[in-house]
Protein backbone atom coordinates (compact mmCIF):
# COMPACT_ATOMS: atom_id res chain seq x y z
CA UNK A 1 0.00 0.00 0.00
CA UNK A 2 1.32 3.49 -0.50
CA UNK A 3 0.28 6.33 1.66
CA UNK A 4 1.78 9.68 1.69
CA UNK A 5 1.05 10.52 4.51
CA UNK A 6 1.43 7.11 6.65
CA UNK A 7 2.58 8.51 9.86
CA UNK A 8 6.52 8.02 11.36
CA UNK A 9 6.78 10.53 13.95
CA UNK A 10 6.70 7.70 16.95
CA UNK A 11 10.35 6.31 14.96
CA UNK A 12 11.60 10.23 14.97
CA UNK A 13 10.96 10.26 10.68
CA UNK A 14 9.43 13.01 9.50
CA UNK A 15 8.31 14.56 6.48
CA UNK A 16 9.03 11.37 4.46
CA UNK A 17 7.80 11.68 0.55
CA UNK A 18 6.32 8.73 0.15
CA UNK A 19 5.67 5.74 2.52
CA UNK A 20 5.02 2.60 1.52
CA UNK A 21 3.28 0.62 3.90
CA UNK A 22 2.96 -3.26 3.87
CA UNK A 23 3.32 -3.54 0.12
CA UNK A 24 3.03 -6.16 -1.99
CA UNK A 25 6.06 -8.10 -3.26
CA UNK A 26 4.97 -7.37 -6.89
CA UNK A 27 4.79 -4.06 -6.51
CA UNK A 28 8.07 -3.85 -4.59
CA UNK A 29 9.79 -5.73 -7.42
CA UNK A 30 8.51 -3.38 -9.78
CA UNK A 31 10.16 -0.64 -7.61
CA UNK A 32 13.15 -2.18 -6.99
CA UNK A 33 13.51 -2.71 -10.93
CA UNK A 34 12.76 1.06 -11.67
CA UNK A 35 15.46 2.22 -9.11
CA UNK A 36 18.26 -0.21 -10.68
CA UNK A 37 18.46 -1.19 -7.01
CA UNK A 38 19.86 -4.70 -8.71
CA UNK A 39 18.62 -6.86 -11.52
CA UNK A 40 16.26 -10.35 -12.18
CA UNK A 41 17.68 -13.37 -13.08
CA UNK A 42 16.49 -16.25 -14.73
CA UNK A 43 14.76 -17.82 -12.21
CA UNK A 44 12.64 -15.07 -10.98
CA UNK A 45 14.86 -14.48 -8.28
CA UNK A 46 15.93 -10.82 -7.64
CA UNK A 47 20.00 -10.23 -7.64
CA UNK A 48 21.48 -7.52 -5.67
CA UNK A 49 25.24 -6.39 -4.99
CA UNK A 50 25.62 -4.84 -1.32
CA UNK A 51 28.74 -3.30 -2.24
CA UNK A 52 31.73 -2.81 0.55
CA UNK A 53 29.82 -5.02 2.82
CA UNK A 54 28.80 -8.43 1.43
CA UNK A 55 28.98 -9.65 5.19
CA UNK A 56 27.95 -8.68 8.75
CA UNK A 57 30.57 -6.00 10.35
CA UNK A 58 30.68 -7.51 14.21
CA UNK A 59 32.84 -4.58 15.17
CA UNK A 60 30.58 -1.82 14.23
CA UNK A 61 27.47 -3.73 16.19
CA UNK A 62 26.81 -1.71 19.92
CA UNK A 63 23.84 -1.70 22.17
CA UNK A 64 23.30 0.91 24.10
CA UNK A 65 24.46 0.84 28.22
CA UNK A 66 21.57 2.10 29.91
CA UNK A 67 19.60 1.24 33.48
CA UNK A 68 18.00 -1.74 30.80
CA UNK A 69 21.29 -3.55 29.96
CA UNK A 70 24.08 -1.99 32.16
CA UNK A 71 23.43 -4.83 34.93
CA UNK A 72 22.80 -7.70 32.38
CA UNK A 73 24.74 -7.14 29.24
CA UNK A 74 28.37 -9.61 29.04
CA UNK A 75 29.98 -6.43 27.91
CA UNK A 76 33.01 -6.61 26.15
CA UNK A 77 34.23 -7.58 22.59
CA UNK A 78 31.46 -8.81 21.35
CA UNK A 79 29.11 -6.69 23.08
CA UNK A 80 30.52 -3.33 22.83
CA UNK A 81 28.65 -0.34 25.04
CA UNK A 82 27.66 2.68 23.70
CA UNK A 83 26.59 5.86 25.61
CA UNK A 84 22.63 7.14 25.71
CA UNK A 85 23.34 10.20 23.81
CA UNK A 86 25.83 8.75 21.08
CA UNK A 87 22.58 6.74 20.04
CA UNK A 88 20.18 9.69 20.37
CA UNK A 89 22.49 12.09 17.76
CA UNK A 90 22.91 9.44 15.27
CA UNK A 91 19.64 8.29 15.39
CA UNK A 92 18.47 12.23 14.85
CA UNK A 93 20.99 12.75 12.16
CA UNK A 94 19.49 9.26 10.11
CA UNK A 95 15.99 10.55 10.66
CA UNK A 96 16.84 13.87 8.89
CA UNK A 97 18.26 12.08 5.90
CA UNK A 98 15.78 10.28 5.62
CA UNK A 99 13.56 13.33 5.60
CA UNK A 100 12.12 14.08 2.02
CA UNK A 101 13.42 10.45 1.07
CA UNK A 102 10.64 7.71 0.01
CA UNK A 103 10.42 4.75 2.92
CA UNK A 104 9.30 1.18 2.47
CA UNK A 105 7.73 0.23 6.18
CA UNK A 106 6.72 -3.25 7.38
CA UNK A 107 4.61 -4.47 9.89
CA UNK A 108 4.93 -8.03 11.01
CA UNK A 109 5.95 -10.27 13.86
CA UNK A 110 8.92 -12.01 15.00
CA UNK A 111 8.00 -15.30 16.91
CA UNK A 112 5.89 -18.26 15.57
CA UNK A 113 4.00 -18.77 18.91
CA UNK A 114 1.52 -15.70 19.52
CA UNK A 115 2.36 -16.01 23.34
CA UNK A 116 5.88 -14.77 22.90
CA UNK A 117 6.05 -13.56 19.36
CA UNK A 118 7.43 -9.60 19.02
CA UNK A 119 5.90 -6.87 16.79
CA UNK A 120 8.28 -4.87 14.89
CA UNK A 121 8.17 -2.25 12.18
CA UNK A 122 11.13 -2.70 10.08
CA UNK A 123 11.54 1.33 7.85
CA UNK A 124 13.77 0.53 4.86
CA UNK A 125 15.48 2.79 2.58
CA UNK A 126 15.54 0.37 -0.16
CA UNK A 127 12.48 -1.54 -1.53
CA UNK A 128 14.07 -5.04 -2.42
CA UNK A 129 15.43 -5.00 1.71
CA UNK A 130 11.63 -4.62 2.44
CA UNK A 131 11.05 -8.12 0.27
CA UNK A 132 13.94 -9.45 2.20
CA UNK A 133 12.32 -8.69 5.73
CA UNK A 134 8.48 -9.58 4.16
CA UNK A 135 10.85 -13.07 3.52
CA UNK A 136 12.02 -13.38 7.01
CA UNK A 137 9.63 -12.46 9.20
CA UNK A 138 5.99 -12.95 9.73
CA UNK A 139 2.97 -11.56 8.19
CA UNK A 140 0.24 -9.79 10.01
CA UNK A 141 -3.06 -9.92 9.46
CA UNK A 142 -5.60 -7.23 8.04
CA UNK A 143 -7.09 -7.24 12.01
CA UNK A 144 -3.69 -7.00 13.30
CA UNK A 145 -2.87 -4.22 11.15
CA UNK A 146 -5.66 -2.56 12.03
CA UNK A 147 -4.14 -2.03 15.47
CA UNK A 148 -0.79 -2.72 15.27
CA UNK A 149 1.36 -1.13 18.10
CA UNK A 150 5.49 -1.84 17.78
CA UNK A 151 7.00 -3.14 20.35
CA UNK A 152 10.75 -2.66 18.18
CA UNK A 153 11.40 -0.90 15.69
CA UNK A 154 14.33 -1.23 13.07
CA UNK A 155 15.66 1.56 10.80
CA UNK A 156 17.97 0.57 8.04
CA UNK A 157 19.42 3.13 5.68
CA UNK A 158 22.26 2.12 3.69
CA UNK A 159 23.14 5.52 2.02
CA UNK A 160 23.29 7.10 5.13
CA UNK A 161 27.22 6.84 6.54
CA UNK A 162 28.17 7.93 10.18
CA UNK A 163 31.30 10.40 10.53
CA UNK A 164 33.62 8.10 13.42
CA UNK A 165 35.12 11.05 14.56
CA UNK A 166 31.79 12.67 15.15
CA UNK A 167 29.58 10.10 15.93
CA UNK A 168 31.54 8.00 18.37
CA UNK A 169 31.57 4.57 16.30
CA UNK A 170 34.19 2.67 14.64
CA UNK A 171 33.42 3.46 11.02
CA UNK A 172 30.90 4.55 8.35
CA UNK A 173 28.75 1.07 9.10
CA UNK A 174 26.76 1.00 12.16
CA UNK A 175 24.11 -1.34 13.91
CA UNK A 176 22.93 0.05 17.14
CA UNK A 177 20.58 -1.28 19.81
CA UNK A 178 18.82 0.56 22.28
CA UNK A 179 16.64 -2.07 24.65
CA UNK A 180 15.51 1.25 26.44
CA UNK A 181 14.12 2.75 23.12
CA UNK A 182 13.00 -0.22 21.74
CA UNK A 183 14.66 0.78 18.22
CA UNK A 184 17.83 -1.22 15.89
CA UNK A 185 19.45 1.98 13.84
CA UNK A 186 21.38 0.44 11.02
CA UNK A 187 23.29 2.15 8.62
CA UNK A 188 26.25 2.39 6.10
CA UNK A 189 25.95 -1.49 5.12
CA UNK A 190 23.30 -3.13 2.75
CA UNK A 191 23.85 -6.67 3.56
CA UNK A 192 20.50 -8.30 5.07
CA UNK A 193 21.81 -10.63 7.62
CA UNK A 194 22.30 -6.88 9.88
CA UNK A 195 18.48 -6.57 9.65
CA UNK A 196 17.85 -10.47 10.53
CA UNK A 197 20.95 -11.08 13.21
CA UNK A 198 19.90 -7.42 15.07
CA UNK A 199 16.49 -8.80 15.91
CA UNK A 200 17.50 -12.21 16.67
CA UNK A 201 19.97 -10.30 19.54
CA UNK A 202 16.88 -8.31 20.57
CA UNK A 203 14.85 -12.07 21.15
CA UNK A 204 18.36 -13.45 22.87
CA UNK A 205 18.00 -10.60 25.43
CA UNK A 206 14.03 -10.97 26.29
CA UNK A 207 13.21 -14.81 26.29
CA UNK A 208 15.41 -15.93 28.80
CA UNK A 209 13.81 -13.41 31.00
CA UNK A 210 10.53 -15.72 30.25
CA UNK A 211 12.14 -19.11 30.22
CA UNK A 212 12.51 -19.70 27.13
CA UNK A 213 15.90 -20.71 25.61
CA UNK A 214 16.71 -18.68 22.38
CA UNK A 215 19.34 -20.49 20.10
CA UNK A 216 20.95 -20.31 16.80
CA UNK A 217 19.93 -23.61 15.01
CA UNK A 218 17.98 -25.45 12.35
CA UNK A 219 15.40 -27.83 13.27
CA UNK A 220 12.97 -30.24 11.09
CA UNK A 221 10.61 -33.15 12.15
CA UNK A 222 9.31 -35.99 11.22
CA UNK A 223 5.91 -36.84 9.21
CA UNK A 224 4.05 -37.51 12.08
CA UNK A 225 5.32 -34.50 13.98
CA UNK A 226 6.51 -36.26 17.47
CA UNK A 227 10.76 -36.47 16.42
CA UNK A 228 11.88 -32.69 16.35
CA UNK A 229 15.58 -32.51 15.74
CA UNK A 230 17.74 -28.90 16.11
CA UNK A 231 20.95 -28.25 14.37
CA UNK A 232 23.24 -25.89 16.40
CA UNK A 233 26.03 -24.49 14.12
CA UNK A 234 27.93 -21.59 13.12
CA UNK A 235 27.37 -20.16 9.33
CA UNK A 236 28.91 -22.94 6.95
CA UNK A 237 28.79 -25.94 9.01
CA UNK A 238 25.55 -27.39 6.76
CA UNK A 239 22.54 -26.14 9.54
CA UNK A 240 20.53 -25.19 6.62
CA UNK A 241 21.34 -28.00 4.18
CA UNK A 242 21.19 -30.44 6.45
CA UNK A 243 17.70 -29.15 8.18
CA UNK A 244 16.33 -28.71 4.40
CA UNK A 245 15.82 -32.93 3.99
CA UNK A 246 13.22 -34.09 1.97
CA UNK A 247 12.31 -37.21 4.21
CA UNK A 248 11.42 -34.33 6.70
CA UNK A 249 9.18 -31.17 7.20
CA UNK A 250 11.55 -28.43 8.04
CA UNK A 251 10.24 -26.26 10.83
CA UNK A 252 13.01 -23.76 10.15
CA UNK A 253 16.90 -23.03 9.11
CA UNK A 254 18.01 -20.49 11.43
CA UNK A 255 16.60 -18.84 15.01
CA UNK A 256 14.33 -21.08 17.34
CA UNK A 257 13.38 -20.72 21.01
CA UNK A 258 12.91 -23.60 23.17
CA UNK A 259 9.61 -23.16 25.77
CA UNK A 260 7.87 -25.24 28.03
CA UNK A 261 5.94 -26.58 25.12
CA UNK A 262 8.21 -27.30 22.90
CA UNK A 263 9.99 -25.61 20.11
CA UNK A 264 9.18 -22.92 17.19
CA UNK A 265 10.59 -20.73 14.56
CA UNK A 266 11.39 -17.12 15.11
CA UNK A 267 11.22 -16.72 11.54
CA UNK A 268 8.95 -16.92 8.44
CA UNK A 269 11.88 -17.48 5.60
CA UNK A 270 15.20 -19.10 5.17
CA UNK A 271 18.29 -17.16 4.17
CA UNK A 272 20.94 -19.71 3.01
CA UNK A 273 24.53 -19.79 1.53
CA UNK A 274 24.76 -20.49 -1.89
CA UNK A 275 28.29 -20.98 -2.56
CA UNK A 276 28.78 -23.69 -5.34
CA UNK A 277 24.67 -24.35 -4.69
CA UNK A 278 23.51 -27.48 -6.77
CA UNK A 279 20.57 -28.98 -7.70
CA UNK A 280 21.64 -32.31 -6.87
CA UNK A 281 23.33 -32.30 -3.34
CA UNK A 282 20.29 -29.44 -1.95
CA UNK A 283 17.78 -29.84 -4.40
CA UNK A 284 15.18 -27.77 -2.23
CA UNK A 285 17.64 -24.74 -1.35
CA UNK A 286 17.84 -24.98 -5.34
CA UNK A 287 13.98 -25.14 -6.31
CA UNK A 288 13.52 -22.18 -3.97
CA UNK A 289 15.67 -19.64 -5.54
CA UNK A 290 13.00 -18.30 -7.89
CA UNK A 291 10.16 -15.50 -8.11
CA UNK A 292 10.34 -13.58 -4.55
CA UNK A 293 13.52 -14.49 -3.37
CA UNK A 294 16.48 -11.84 -2.61
CA UNK A 295 20.05 -13.76 -3.86
CA UNK A 296 23.11 -11.54 -2.32
CA UNK A 297 25.84 -10.81 -4.26
CA UNK A 298 25.80 -13.81 -6.45
CA UNK A 299 27.56 -13.61 -10.41
CA UNK A 300 24.96 -13.37 -12.64
CA UNK A 301 25.64 -13.64 -16.02
CA UNK A 302 24.09 -10.06 -17.92
CA UNK A 303 22.69 -11.31 -21.15
CA UNK A 304 21.58 -14.77 -20.01
CA UNK A 305 20.73 -14.14 -16.21
CA UNK A 306 21.89 -17.41 -15.33
CA UNK A 307 23.39 -17.54 -11.77
CA UNK A 308 26.94 -18.83 -11.58
CA UNK A 309 26.87 -20.18 -7.95
CA UNK A 310 30.68 -21.59 -7.69
CA UNK A 311 31.92 -18.06 -8.85
CA UNK A 312 33.22 -16.00 -6.00
CA UNK A 313 33.94 -12.86 -7.63
CA UNK A 314 32.20 -10.72 -5.14
CA UNK A 315 32.29 -12.77 -1.82
CA UNK A 316 32.31 -16.36 -1.18
CA UNK A 317 29.54 -15.28 1.37
CA UNK A 318 26.68 -15.30 -1.10
CA UNK A 319 23.08 -15.60 0.25
CA UNK A 320 18.99 -16.10 -0.46
CA UNK A 321 16.50 -15.05 1.46
CA UNK A 322 13.32 -16.75 0.20
CA UNK A 323 10.09 -17.41 2.46
CA UNK A 324 9.82 -20.70 4.01
CA UNK A 325 6.77 -21.64 2.05
CA UNK A 326 8.56 -22.27 -1.02
CA UNK A 327 10.53 -25.27 0.62
CA UNK A 328 7.71 -27.98 -0.33
CA UNK A 329 7.87 -29.95 3.08
CA UNK A 330 7.83 -26.72 5.44
CA UNK A 331 5.84 -27.17 8.55
CA UNK A 332 3.75 -24.20 8.97
CA UNK A 333 3.45 -22.36 11.66
CA UNK A 334 6.64 -23.74 12.52
CA UNK A 335 5.70 -25.08 15.94
CA UNK A 336 6.71 -28.43 17.79
CA UNK A 337 7.70 -30.77 20.31
CA UNK A 338 10.76 -30.69 22.69
CA UNK A 339 13.71 -32.18 20.59
CA UNK A 340 14.36 -35.86 20.70
CA UNK A 341 17.74 -35.42 18.84
CA UNK A 342 20.27 -32.41 19.47
CA UNK A 343 23.04 -32.31 16.87
CA UNK A 344 26.14 -30.16 17.50
CA UNK A 345 27.67 -29.15 14.13
CA UNK A 346 31.10 -28.19 13.25
CA UNK A 347 33.02 -27.88 10.02
CA UNK A 348 36.84 -28.81 11.16
CA UNK A 349 39.30 -27.90 8.72
CA UNK A 350 42.69 -29.31 9.98
CA UNK A 351 40.74 -33.18 9.27
CA UNK A 352 41.39 -34.62 12.76
CA UNK A 353 37.92 -34.57 14.26
CA UNK A 354 35.80 -37.72 13.65
CA UNK A 355 32.50 -36.84 11.01
CA UNK A 356 30.04 -38.30 13.80
CA UNK A 357 30.25 -38.49 18.15
CA UNK A 358 28.12 -39.56 20.86
CA UNK A 359 27.64 -37.01 23.57
CA UNK A 360 26.68 -36.90 27.12
CA UNK A 361 24.87 -34.20 28.31
CA UNK A 362 27.77 -32.18 30.36
CA UNK A 363 29.89 -33.24 26.71
CA UNK A 364 27.38 -31.50 24.74
CA UNK A 365 27.09 -28.64 27.06
CA UNK A 366 30.89 -27.78 26.57
CA UNK A 367 30.55 -27.99 22.98
CA UNK A 368 27.86 -25.64 23.05
CA UNK A 369 29.81 -23.12 25.22
CA UNK A 370 33.07 -23.54 22.63
CA UNK A 371 30.64 -23.34 19.48
CA UNK A 372 33.84 -24.45 17.38
CA UNK A 373 34.45 -24.47 13.92
CA UNK A 374 37.20 -23.60 11.63
CA UNK A 375 37.54 -20.20 9.54
CA UNK A 376 39.15 -21.01 6.38
CA UNK A 377 42.17 -19.09 4.39
CA UNK A 378 40.20 -16.35 2.23
CA UNK A 379 37.42 -15.75 4.16
CA UNK A 380 38.81 -13.07 6.12
CA UNK A 381 41.13 -10.47 5.15
CA UNK A 382 44.76 -11.60 6.50
CA UNK A 383 43.23 -15.23 7.40
CA UNK A 384 46.18 -17.33 4.86
CA UNK A 385 45.79 -20.61 6.68
CA UNK A 386 42.40 -22.40 8.41
CA UNK A 387 41.88 -20.90 11.90
CA UNK A 388 39.99 -22.43 14.79
CA UNK A 389 37.53 -20.65 16.00
CA UNK A 390 35.15 -20.46 18.99
CA UNK A 391 31.79 -18.78 18.96
CA UNK A 392 30.10 -19.77 22.16
CA UNK A 393 26.67 -21.19 21.84
CA UNK A 394 27.04 -21.03 18.02
CA UNK A 395 26.13 -17.37 18.13
CA UNK A 396 28.50 -15.36 19.96
CA UNK A 397 28.05 -12.29 18.12
CA UNK A 398 24.19 -12.46 18.77
CA UNK A 399 23.84 -13.33 22.43
CA UNK A 400 24.24 -10.02 24.69
CA UNK A 401 24.16 -11.93 27.89
CA UNK A 402 26.51 -14.25 29.44
CA UNK A 403 27.13 -17.66 27.87
CA UNK A 404 26.57 -19.64 30.98
CA UNK A 405 23.05 -18.23 31.01
CA UNK A 406 22.28 -20.25 28.05
CA UNK A 407 24.24 -22.84 28.60
CA UNK A 408 22.97 -23.75 31.37
CA UNK A 409 19.15 -23.22 30.08
CA UNK A 410 20.19 -25.52 27.25
CA UNK A 411 21.43 -28.03 30.17
CA UNK A 412 18.54 -28.07 32.25
CA UNK A 413 16.02 -28.52 28.70
CA UNK A 414 18.02 -31.71 28.05
CA UNK A 415 17.70 -33.47 31.16
CA UNK A 416 14.24 -32.62 31.69
CA UNK A 417 12.80 -33.92 27.93
CA UNK A 418 15.90 -36.77 27.89
CA UNK A 419 17.06 -35.08 23.89
CA UNK A 420 20.14 -37.51 22.81
CA UNK A 421 23.06 -35.14 21.80
CA UNK A 422 25.40 -35.80 19.17
CA UNK A 423 28.16 -33.56 17.51
CA UNK A 424 28.72 -34.28 13.49
CA UNK A 425 31.51 -32.95 11.44
CA UNK A 426 31.15 -31.60 8.04
CA UNK A 427 34.75 -30.75 7.92
CA UNK A 428 37.81 -32.13 6.05
CA UNK A 429 39.06 -36.51 6.19
CA UNK A 430 42.81 -36.82 4.91
CA UNK A 431 44.49 -33.89 5.70
CA UNK A 432 43.79 -30.33 6.85
CA UNK A 433 41.76 -27.90 4.01
CA UNK A 434 43.37 -27.81 1.21
CA UNK A 435 45.03 -31.24 1.64
CA UNK A 436 42.29 -33.56 2.58
CA UNK A 437 38.62 -33.81 1.08
CA UNK A 438 35.71 -32.18 2.66
CA UNK A 439 33.01 -34.57 3.40
CA UNK A 440 30.44 -35.83 1.09
CA UNK A 441 27.28 -34.54 1.99
CA UNK A 442 25.79 -38.06 0.98
CA UNK A 443 27.58 -39.43 3.93
CA UNK A 444 26.63 -36.58 6.36
CA UNK A 445 23.03 -37.17 5.81
CA UNK A 446 23.24 -40.91 6.07
CA UNK A 447 24.58 -39.90 9.66
CA UNK A 448 22.15 -37.35 10.48
CA UNK A 449 19.52 -39.82 9.10
CA UNK A 450 21.35 -42.43 11.59
CA UNK A 451 20.82 -39.89 14.40
CA UNK A 452 17.45 -39.36 13.83
CA UNK A 453 16.19 -42.98 13.48
CA UNK A 454 18.25 -44.32 16.78
CA UNK A 455 20.20 -46.69 14.57
CA UNK A 456 23.31 -45.76 15.65
CA UNK A 457 22.84 -46.94 19.42
CA UNK A 458 23.11 -50.16 18.00
CA UNK A 459 26.24 -49.70 16.96
CA UNK A 460 29.80 -50.28 19.44
CA UNK A 461 31.85 -47.34 20.43
CA UNK A 462 34.92 -46.09 21.27
CA UNK A 463 36.65 -43.65 23.16
CA UNK A 464 38.11 -41.03 20.70
CA UNK A 465 41.78 -40.53 22.53
CA UNK A 466 42.19 -37.38 21.88
CA UNK A 467 38.54 -35.59 22.70
CA UNK A 468 36.75 -37.85 24.91
CA UNK A 469 34.04 -38.50 22.66
CA UNK A 470 32.36 -41.90 21.67
CA UNK A 471 32.91 -42.75 17.95
CA UNK A 472 30.84 -45.62 16.27
CA UNK A 473 33.12 -48.52 15.51
CA UNK A 474 30.65 -48.40 12.16
CA UNK A 475 28.10 -47.23 10.95
CA UNK A 476 25.65 -48.01 7.80
CA UNK A 477 25.76 -46.09 4.84
CA UNK A 478 28.99 -44.59 5.91
CA UNK A 479 33.26 -45.70 4.89
CA UNK A 480 34.27 -47.05 8.30
CA UNK A 481 37.56 -45.53 7.23
CA UNK A 482 35.80 -42.02 7.66
CA UNK A 483 34.56 -43.12 11.26
CA UNK A 484 38.72 -43.33 12.14
CA UNK A 485 39.98 -39.62 10.63
CA UNK A 486 43.63 -40.94 11.94
CA UNK A 487 44.08 -43.76 9.58
CA UNK A 488 42.58 -41.45 6.55
CA UNK A 489 45.87 -39.25 6.96
CA UNK A 490 49.03 -40.49 5.04
CA UNK A 491 51.20 -39.41 8.33
CA UNK A 492 49.56 -40.92 11.65
CA UNK A 493 52.24 -38.65 13.37
CA UNK A 494 51.41 -35.55 11.63
CA UNK A 495 47.86 -36.60 12.68
CA UNK A 496 48.53 -36.93 16.49
CA UNK A 497 50.26 -33.29 16.44
CA UNK A 498 47.31 -31.55 14.28
CA UNK A 499 45.25 -33.35 17.01
CA UNK A 500 46.76 -31.79 19.84
CA UNK A 501 47.14 -28.41 19.09
CA UNK A 502 43.47 -28.41 18.37
CA UNK A 503 43.00 -30.21 21.69
CA UNK A 504 44.95 -27.59 23.63
CA UNK A 505 42.82 -24.50 21.80
CA UNK A 506 39.68 -26.47 23.17
CA UNK A 507 41.21 -26.52 26.48
CA UNK A 508 42.09 -22.77 26.42
CA UNK A 509 38.78 -21.98 24.97
CA UNK A 510 36.41 -23.61 27.89
CA UNK A 511 39.10 -22.17 30.34
CA UNK A 512 37.36 -19.06 30.17
CA UNK A 513 34.16 -20.28 30.83
Known sequence: MQSLFYPLDKAGIRNPRCVYYNTVIPQLLEEA????????????AFNVLTGKYTGRSPQDRFIVDDEVTHDSVDWGKINVPIQPEKFRRLHGKLCAYLQGKDVFVYDGFVGVDPECRLAVRFINEYAYQTIFVENMFLEATKEELASFQPEFTVICAPNFKANPEEDGVRSEAFVIISFQEKMVIIGGTSYGGEIKKSIF????????????????????????????????????TGKTSLSADPRRRLIGDDEHGWSEKGIFNFEGGCYAKCINLSREKEPQIWEAVRYGAIMENVVVDPITREADYSDTRYTENTRVSYPIEHIPNALIPGIAGHPEVVILLTADAFGVMPPVAKLTKEKAVEFFLLGYTSKLAGTERGVVEPQATF??????????????VYAKMLGEKISQHGSRTYLVNTGWMGGPYGVGKRIDITYTRAIVHSLIDGSIESYPFREDPIFGFLVPEELEGVPRELLHPRSAWRNGNEFDKQAKKLQSDFAAAISRF
Open 391 to 404: SACFGAPFMPLHPQ
Open 201 to 236: TVMNFLLPRQGILPMHCSANVGEEGDDVTIFFGLSG
Open 33 to 44: IKREEGILASTG
